[in-house]
C-alpha cells in the first residue's frame, strides 16, 4: 500500500472515529495549490464537483485562505455559487470570517475577526460553541517568506482534529504539530516525483470524505448536524428576514431611494458578482451581508436583500473572462425606510 493510500485509509478510520465519539467534522481548505491547479488560477469544474458531491452528501466545509472576498469570489465563488454555497469562509488570513445564512440567501460577516488561518478556525470554533478538534484543514503549506512562517503553519499550533499536508514545498519533517493528537498527513516523497499532492490529492480526500459521510448509520447524523449547526448560527445573529415575494425592484437605471417597512430589494443588474450590502448607522456599517449575483439571462443578474434593515449597498463585480479583474462600483447607495425599532416596536426611520 502507498503512503496516499494509507493516507486514505487513515483519513477514513479517525472520520468514523469522530462521528462515533459525536464530532462530525468541519474540512477547511486552502486555496491556490489545494482547490486551484496553480497560484492565481480560478477553481475548475472537477473541483466544483467534488465540492458538490461532499456538500449534497451533508458536509460542512469553507475556505480558510489568505485571500480577501474580492479574490475568493473571483476565483472561487463565481463557479460554486450557481450549484451550492460554501458553509463557512474565513478570508483574508482570518479578517473576513463569514457563514452562509439560507434565509438571507447570503454570506454574512461574522463579529469575530483573527490575525492568522489558525487562529481564524480557533475563533470560529468558540464562536460555533464546537471543540477544535472537530475542525480538519487541507493546505500545501508553503514555505516561510522573508521575516515570516509559512501562511498556513499558524495551524500548525492549534488543537485541530486532522490536517492533510497535499503541497510539495517541504518534507514531513518540517511540518510539525503541537498537539500529539492531531493526525498529520503528508504526500510521498519519491526521488523524481511527490504522491498525493496538489489539487488532485486535494479532490480524493474530498471525494474520501464523501464516502464516509454516505454510510448507513453515518449519512443521517451528518445531515442533521450540519441542519441544526446552521439554524443555530441563524438564531444566533438573530437577523430577521423579509418575504422574497413582492419586492421592489432595484437596477442602475432605476435605483429605489425609498423602501417600505418590510419589504424585500430585489437587485437586477446586468453582470456577474456579488451585492455587498449592510446596516449603515452614522457612516459605519453594523452588518455587512454579500448576495452572489444568480444568472436568470445570458444580460441579466439578480439578488435579493431580505435584511428589513438594510439600508446601504454596493457591488463587487466579477470579470466575464475570468482574467482576475475585480473591482468595487466605487459608490454605495442608500436606501431609505421605516423599521420597527426591536425594543420598543416604535417606528424609526434610516
Same mark, same amino acid.
Given at each position: 500500500m502507498s503512503t496516499f493510500e494509507n493516507n486514505l485509509s487513515q483519513l477514513k478510520t479517525r472520520i468514523r472515529a469522530m462521528i462515533a465519539a459525536g464530532q462530525v467534522p468541519i474540512v477547511f481548505l486552502d486555496l491556490d495549490e489545494t482547490l486551484n491547479r496553480y497560484f492565481g488560477a480560478s477553481i475548475e469544474e472537477h473541483v466544483v464537483n467534488s465540492l458538490q458531491y461532499l456538500s449534497e452528501a451533508g458536509g460542512l466545509f469553507g475556505l480558510n485562505t489568505?485571500?480577501?472576498?474580492?479574490?475568493?469570489?473571483?476565483?472561487?465563488?463565481?463557479?460554486?455559487?450557481?450549484?451550492?454555497?460554501?458553509?463557512?469562509?474565513?478570508?483574508?488570513?482570518?479578517?473576513?470570517?463569514?457563514?452562509?445564512?439560507?434565509?438571507?440567501?447570503?454570506? /454574512? #460577516?461574522? =463579529?469575530?475577526?483573527?490575525?492568522?488561518?489558525?487562529?481564524?478556525?480557533?475563533?470560529? %470554533?468558540?464562536?460555533?460553541? +464546537?471543540?477544535?478538534?472537530?475542525?480538519?484543514?487541507?493546505g500545501d503549506f508553503p514555505g516561510a517568506g522573508d521575516a515570516q512562517e509559512g501562511i498556513d503553519d499558524p495551524v500548525l499550533r492549534e488543537q485541530v482534529g486532522i490536517i492533510v499536508n497535499v503541497?510539495?514545498?517541504?518534507?514531513?519533517?518540517?511540518?510539525?504539530?503541537?498537539?500529539?493528537?492531531?493526525? /498529520? #498527513?503528508? =504526500?510521498?516523497?519519491?526521488?523524481?516525483?511527490?504522491?498525493?499532492?496538489?489539487?488532485? %490529492?486535494?479532490?480524493?480526500? +474530498?471525494?474520501?470524505?464523501?464516502?464516509?459521510?454516505?454510510?448507513?448509520?453515518?449519512?443521517?447524523?451528518?445531515?442533521?448536524?450540519?441542519?441544526?449547526?446552521?439554524?443555530?448560527?441563524?438564531?444566533?445573529?438573530?437577523i430577521g428576514v423579509l418575504p422574497s415575494r413582492g419586492p421592489q425592484i432595484w437596477t442602475f437605471e432605476k435605483p429605489i431611494q425609498e423602501v417600505g417597512s418590510w419589504q424585500s430589494v430585489l437587485v437586477r443588474v446586468k453582470g456577474p458578482g456579488m451585492v455587498h450590502a449592510g446596516v449603515n448607522h452614522n457612516g459605519e456599517w453594523m452588518r455587512i451581508y454579500d448576495v452572489p449575483l444568480k444568472e436568470v439571462s445570458p444580460v441579466l443578474w439578480e439578488a435579493s436583500v431580505l435584511d428589513p434593515e438594510v439600508n446601504a449597498l454596493t457591488f463587487i463585480w466579477y470579470d466575464p473572462s475570468r482574467s482576475g479583474n475585480v473591482h468595487w462600483e466605487g459608490k454605495n447607495y442608500y436606501l431609505q425606510r421605516r423599521l420597527v425599532d426591536r425594543k420598543d416596536n416604535s417606528i424609526a426611520e434610516i
Open positions: 489568505g485571500a480577501d472576498i474580492f479574490w475568493a469570489g473571483e476565483r472561487v465563488l463565481q463557479e460554486t455559487d450557481p450549484h451550492f454555497p460554501f458553509p463557512f469562509l474565513l478570508l483574508a488570513t482570518g479578517r473576513q470570517i463569514y457563514a452562509w445564512v439560507g434565509s438571507l440567501m447570503a454570506y /454574512v #460577516l461574522l =463579529p469575530i475577526q483573527a490575525d492568522n488561518k489558525g487562529q481564524a478556525m480557533r475563533k470560529l %470554533a468558540e464562536y460555533l460553541h +464546537l471543540p477544535l478538534e472537530q475542525f480538519l484543514f487541507i503541497g510539495v514545498y517541504r518534507r514531513p519533517e518540517e511540518i510539525s504539530p503541537l498537539f500529539q493528537e492531531t493526525l /498529520v #498527513l503528508h =504526500p510521498e516523497h519519491l526521488e523524481e516525483r511527490v504522491l498525493g499532492a496538489g489539487y488532485e %490529492a486535494t479532490m480524493q480526500y +474530498l471525494a474520501c470524505l464523501t464516502e464516509v459521510f454516505k454510510y448507513k448509520g453515518i449519512a443521517e447524523k451528518v445531515q442533521t448536524f450540519r441542519s441544526e449547526l446552521m439554524s443555530a448560527i441563524e438564531r444566533k445573529l438573530n
